[in-house]
T-cell receptor
Framework: DAGVIQSPRHEVTEMGQEVTLRCKPISGHDYLFWYRQTMMRGLELLIYFNNNVPIDDSGMPEDRFSAKMPNASFSTLKIQPSEPRDSAVYFC??????????????FGPGTRLTVL | EDQVTQSPEALRLQEGESSSLNCSYT??????LFWYRQDPGKGPEFLFTLYSAGEEKEKERLKATLTKKESFLHITAPKPEDSATYLC????????????WGAGTKLIIKP
């Protein structure tokens, strides 16, 4: 398996623009997590899905953030409108606790977002 | 409130100089404690899961241990390629696979 795939790897945009981040989880994994990582706040869970259904979005900072998972192999995280304080690395991770005795999450390479 | 604290924030060692990283946690019922390694520009990579006090896991030069309040990641005779940020996370019995993350320890091994 190719692992978790994220695109784009880097995104530079201007304040007020819409940003869409994409994620393809590992095939067969039924949990998908979106994280944000900054130097100040570390790794923060934004939202996670189980079998394509959002389970907990309490980490989504504002209504400007939204996430969807239309099918088991694709998810998006959208920011509209974007602000400079949204600049961070966004990670997608997937897991399949039923297939592993370790419950580990597998992370993608991340998308580095810069909002000017 | 569930919480994870890692120390030190950064650690510089000479190649071959053994040491330990600490992860202290407060959680209402531990389901599991996880150690991850993160290299610059990459996502965290899973190392170990520990489930109960007294448990130990080993992988090459790394050994993770767990007590009721903290976990240690022991690094024996480290090499420069062990340089990375090491992240600790816990999962409580109340959560559905959500993890609470520590801020990490940045480890630098000098040749």
């Amino acid at each position: 398996d190719a692992g978790v795939i994220q695109s784009p790897r880097h995104e530079v945009t201007e304040m007020g623009q819409e940003v869409t981040l994409r994620c393809k989880p590992i095939s067969g994994h039924d949990y998908l997590f979106w994280y944000r990582q900054t130097m100040m706040r570390g790794l923060e869970l934004l939202i996670y899905f189980n079998n394509n259904v959002p389970i907990d979005d309490s980490g989504m900072p504002e209504d400007r953030f939204s996430a969807k998972m239309p099918n088991a192999s694709f998810s998006t995280l959208k920011i509209q409108p974007s602000e400079p304080r949204d600049s961070a690395v966004y990670f997608c991770a997937s897991a399949s606790p039923g297939q592993s005795s370790y419950n580990e999450q597998f992370f993608g390479p991340g998308t580095r977002l810069t909002v000017l | 409130e569930d919480q994870v604290t890692q120390s030190p924030e950064a650690l510089r060692l000479q190649e071959g100089e053994s040491s330990s990283l600490n992860c202290s946690y407060t959680v209402s019922g531990l389901r599991g404690l996880f150690w991850y390694r993160q290299d610059p520009g990459k996502g965290p990579e899973f190392l170990f899961t520990l489930y109960s006090a007294g448990e130990e896991k080993e992988k090459e030069r790394l050994k993770a241990t767990l007590t009721k309040k903290e976990s240690f990641l022991h690094i024996t005779a480290p090499k420069p390629e062990d340089s990375a940020t090491y992240l600790c996370a816990v999962q409580s019995m109340d959560s559905n696979y959500q993890l609470i993350w520590g801020a990490g320890t940045k480890l630098i091994i000098k040749p």
